[in-house]
């Protein structure tokens, strides 16, 4: 196993949830983190937690929906850092209204956030990645990239796309030494998760933080060696089988 010591890493979403849990778990393992978010105020207490802490924290408020700003976003990490080892596409939104009732507006909004953001940020890290001949890059899909919940069409649509962005990318940055993956979540405590029920059978959930080992794992496997895809669940989150 390699070590996160000194890397350094940009992460969407940073101010809550699994980007949070990511955030603190990749500073705790010696990398310098980079939060990125819209709610700056929330991202700045985040960082103040790590600074606090030991770790190294910065605080970068960005909405990843607007190229300027991820592109600041980039800048200011090079500025601050000069590299960026891993990339963490976690920053995310969802829509549960049915099919015959979405908005275009909400359509556009979860995928501009959940797959644009995502490729935005992924197109920066590449130009900087290929000069470096090193890098990850770890989108973080959805279990919704498998199983669908009801009246989700734009988040499932942005998790299914994003599994193909993850792809085409893990081909592209093969003979730069780039690896990219995808973490898929099932049911999370986070700030999009909720209870839910499927039949009469509780759904499981599990916190942030165990999805965060998982995160640390792959980003520190041998650099020869990439985790393409990784399907984390609660023990008792009914996928496999029938009731």
């Given at each position: 196993m390699e070590t996160l010591t000194g890397r350094v890493a940009v992460i969407t979403g940073g101010n809550s949830g699994i980007g949070k849990a990511i955030a603190k778990a990749y500073a705790a393992a010696?990398?310098?983190?980079?939060?990125?978010?819209?709610?700056?105020?929330?991202?700045k207490e985040v960082a103040d937690q790590i600074n606090t802490t030991g770790g190294t924290a910065l605080a970068i408020p960005t909405d990843v929906t607007k190229e300027p700003a991820v592109q600041t976003l980039f800048a200011e990490t090079m500025a601050a850092h000069g590299r960026v080892d891993v990339l963490i596409n976690n920053a995310g939104t969802a829509s549960r209204?049915?099919?015959?009732?979405?908005?275009?507006?909400?359509?556009?909004?979860?995928?501009?956030?959940?797959?644009t953001g995502a490729f935005l940020c992924a197109r920066e890290a590449f130009k900087i990645m290929k000069r470096q001949k090193l890098g990850r890059i770890i989108n973080i899909g959805s279990v919704s990239a498998r199983v669908p919940r009801p009246n989700t069409i734009a988040y499932a649509a942005a998790k299914f796309g994003l599994e193909g962005v993850t792809r085409a990318l893990a081909l592209e940055g093969r003979e730069h030494g780039i690896l990219v993956s995808i973490l898929h979540p099932g049911n999370t405590v986070s700030s999009l998760g909720r209870p839910a029920q499927i039949g009469a059978?509780?759904?499981?959930?599990?916190e942030a933080e165990d999805l965060a080992q998982v995160a640390v794992l792959m980003a520190t496997l041998p650099h020869e060696v990439n985790m393409l895809e990784a399907l984390v669940l609660p023990r008792t989150m009914p996928f496999l089988g029938r009731g």
């Open positions: 010696g990398a310098k983190v980079v939060l990125a978010a819209r709610r700056a105020e929330q991202l209204e049915p099919a015959d009732e979405l908005p275009l507006a909400s359509w556009q909004r979860v995928i501009d956030t959940n797959l059978v509780p759904e499981g959930r599990m």
